[in-house]
């Protein structure tokens, strides 16, 4: 996917704790809670302070979320949390196979005899990855190559 069609952060709203709520240029919309990256991470630990964890802003024309003390996190990682939380790991493994084999939207929409929408929709968690789309790309990573 080039970056110019990748999903971008609209707007950010700090809710209760260490929870946000993200909003993509796509149209989605998650709740994200990053307690978990505040625990483990030195670098994100600020942000368990109410004051600080409410100067989250989109910067860099939607390519990063960032914060007053320096914590940021690239729009595309984000998303992906994002989709981990909401229970859509199908959709993570099919970005991570995307990106292994370097496809555009177009080329893989090629590969597996789909629409380019259709491999978008699978990418940004918008729709659920079908099995056999995920056996597809099984079989590619082994070896196979879709018939032409």
């Not at 229970?87 to 789909?114: C, K, M, P, Y």
Request: charged content about 20%; overall charge negative.
């Amino acid at each position: 996917m080039s970056k110019s069609t990748a999903p971008r952060l609209e707007s950010v709203r700090t809710l209760s704790g260490v929870t946000l709520e993200v909003r993509y240029t796509h149209g989605r919309q998650f709740i994200i809670d990053l307690s978990a990256l505040a625990d483990e991470f030195d670098a994100f630990a600020p942000l368990k302070n109410p004051e600080q964890f409410v100067t989250a802003q989109v910067t860099d024309w939607g390519w990063t979320l960032e914060w007053e003390c320096g914590a940021s996190l690239d729009s595309d990682r984000v998303l992906e949390m994002a989709m981990e939380q909401a229970g859509l790991q199908a959709n993570i493994e099919f970005r991570h196979w995307q990106d292994r084999h370097h496809f555009t939207l177009s080329a893989a929409a090629d590969v597996l005899g789909l629409t380019r929408r259709t491999v978008s929709q699978y990418r940004t968690g918008s729709r659920p990855i079908p099995k056999v789309v995920g056996l597809a790309c099984r079989a590619i990573d082994m070896g196979a190559h879709a018939p032409s």
